[in-house]
């Protein structure tokens, strides 16, 4: 009876540590899986693709892991690296980044309205120019990773990781190498000039990437583009004025080009850019006192006026002299064909044709009056006259 109960006992025991080694190896079936699919993200975890627009550099431990043109990862994949922390991939924009300088060179105007109010450093940011005035400024750039062909010593990408290391740094670094082109951009400009806006953001750009280049960035100002320009309020009024002047002489000198443009077209039309040079030629011509060249100078101009593209007044007044001289010239040439006929008749009897010419003289001077009747010279005197014929 009691051997029974004791039997029973170990059987449950037994049984119980079945069931638990069964559990614990299920458990730990699940762990080695579980491990397995840990280490295989992990060694996963490694591969990168690089983007379009984008370069990589990989480091390990701290430093740049390849050699030779593998340094640079462009766009495309997969590629493949140690996980982090061993390995770290540095993804490295090539498109055009924008970078705006609104307030470092800026005075807030409205805490600056007031004309007679003295500047403060606190608020008022300003620039000194060649002639040590105060003027603001605001300006914007855009900026990109060099291309290989753009820089020498290296890869860009690579000297980008070595100097900025990311691109908030860069942005940084961008800011400061545009402010420092900035001030000695200003400080070789006068304020006259600052005004009518002879200052152009090249002279920025030319100064500010001789700063990234010293610095060895890797990086390139595509342009720079000056945004808005002020002068003190306190003399903004005199300033605007010069500048309202400016423009008026502006529009006057647009008036005047417009006037001549409409007059030479009038006196010459399409010829008059090659008669100006003409007449320019022929005064230089004669400033020099060169006979031949005075000589070519008129043949040119002749040359000119009697082109085909010579139009307008000049034409006219052309085409009217040479229809002048042509008549001039027909009427002389009939003129001598008359006096040659008159001469061959005054030849063969002068008597009668001297008085043919005084009965034209008479007939021209009474015309409608007086009727002429030819006579000739001779011993035959008889004159027969219709009396009753009706005029």
């Known amino acids: 009876m009691s051997s029974t109960p004791r039997h029973t006992d170990a059987a449950q025991k037994s049984a119980t540590l079945q069931a638990v080694e069964a559990s614990l190896l299920r458990v730990f079936a699940l762990l080695k899986w579980f491990v397995v699919l840990l280490l295989a993200a992990f060694a996963l975890s490694g591969v990168f693709f690089v983007p379009e627009g984008k370069v990589a550099i990989r480091t390990r431990f701290g430093r740049i892991a390849d050699s030779g043109p593998s340094r640079v990862f462009t766009p495309g994949g997969p590629y493949f690296s140690l996980p982090r922390p061993l390995d770290e991939v540095f993804f490295i924009p090539t498109t055009l980044q924008q970078i705006e300088l609104d307030t470092c060179f800026w005075a807030e105007q409205s805490e600056y309205a007031y004309p007679y109010r003295t500047a403060s450093s606190a608020w008022d940011a300003s620039l000194v120019t060649g002639d040590k005035n105060l003027v603001h400024l605001r300006l914007s750039a855009a900026y990109r990773l060099a291309s290989p062909s753009e820089t020498v010593g290296g890869s860009p990408a690579l000297r980008f990781v070595k100097t900025a290391g990311s691109m908030d740094r860069a942005r940084t670094v961008v800011r400061n190498a545009l402010e420092q082109g900035t001030v000695h951009a200003l400080a070789r400009t006068p304020i006259e000039a600052f005004y009518k806006g002879d200052l152009s953001g090249e002279q920025i750009r030319a100064t500010a990437q001789a700063a990234l280049e010293a610095m060895d960035t890797g990086l390139v100002i595509a342009n720079v583009s000056v945004n808005a ?157 219709e009396m009753g014929r009706r005029r």
């Open 229 to 385: 320009r002020a002068v003190p309020p306190s003399v903004s009024a005199a300033f605007q004025a010069v500048n309202l002047a400016q423009s008026k002489k502006a529009q006057r000198i647009e008036k005047a080009e417009q006037q001549r443009t409409a007059l030479l077209n009038e006196v010459a039309g399409m010829g008059a850019p090659a008669m100006l040079e003409a007449i320019a030629a022929y005064e230089q011509a004669k400033a020099d006192g060169d006979a031949a060249a005075i000589r070519a100078a008129e043949e040119r101009v002749e040359g000119v006026l009697l082109s085909s593209e010579m139009s307008g007044q000049a034409a006219a007044i052309i085409q009217a002299a040479l229809a002048t001289k042509t008549r001039g010239v027909e009427f002389v040439r009939g003129a001598s064909e008359r006096f040659l006929v008159m001469l061959e008749l005054y030849e063969r009897n002068p008597a009668f044709y001297r008085d043919r010419q005084i009965q034209d003289a008479l007939q021209r001077i009474f015309a409608g009056r007086v009727e002429t009747f030819f006579l000739p010279h001779g011993d035959d005197d008889t004159l027969y006259l």
